[in-house]
């Protein structure tokens, strides 16, 4: 088993910033791909921005400038730095990895819990 547990939610004000953490644990041979989607109240989830293991980066325009993704691939560990928050981007942050469990598995798709995100006055 995989399990990802995200952490770094909670309520800030317009401008603020929140990182967000997400770490995997469990039976892991090699993670590819990590990331970071958002679900608002109402509407599809979408994706924020996603990290290749060798660091390559791709991100929705609405959060280019403002939110950085990172990587630590000793700790199995992927970031989300929000910068410059709007209320738009209150919603649940779910956290996901693509991961291989042996050398000879297929890889496979895993989700975090989520993290809600609330910008408000």
């Known amino acids: 088993q995989v399990q990802l547990v995200e952490s770094g939610g909670g309520l800030v004000q317009p401008g603020g910033s929140l990182r967000l953490s997400c770490a995997a644990s469990?039976?892991?041979?090699?993670?590819?791909?990590m990331g970071w989607y958002r679900q608002a109240p109402g509407k599809q989830r979408e994706l924020v921005a996603i990290?290749?293991?060798?660091?390559?980066?791709t991100s929705v325009d609405s959060v280019k400038g403002r939110f950085t993704i990172s990587r630590d691939n000793a700790k199995n560990t992927v970031y989300l730095q929000m910068n410059s928050l709007k209320a738009e981007d209150t919603a649940v942050y779910y956290c996901?990895?693509?991961?291989?469990?042996?050398?000879?598995?297929?890889?496979?798709?895993?989700w975090g819990q989520g993290t809600q995100v609330t910008v408000s006055l």
């Open positions: 990290i290749t293991s060798g660091g390559s980066i």
């Open positions: 996901n990895a693509v991961v291989v469990r042996s050398k000879w598995a297929i890889p496979a798709m895993y």
């Open positions: 469990g039976n892991i041979f090699r993670i590819n791909d």
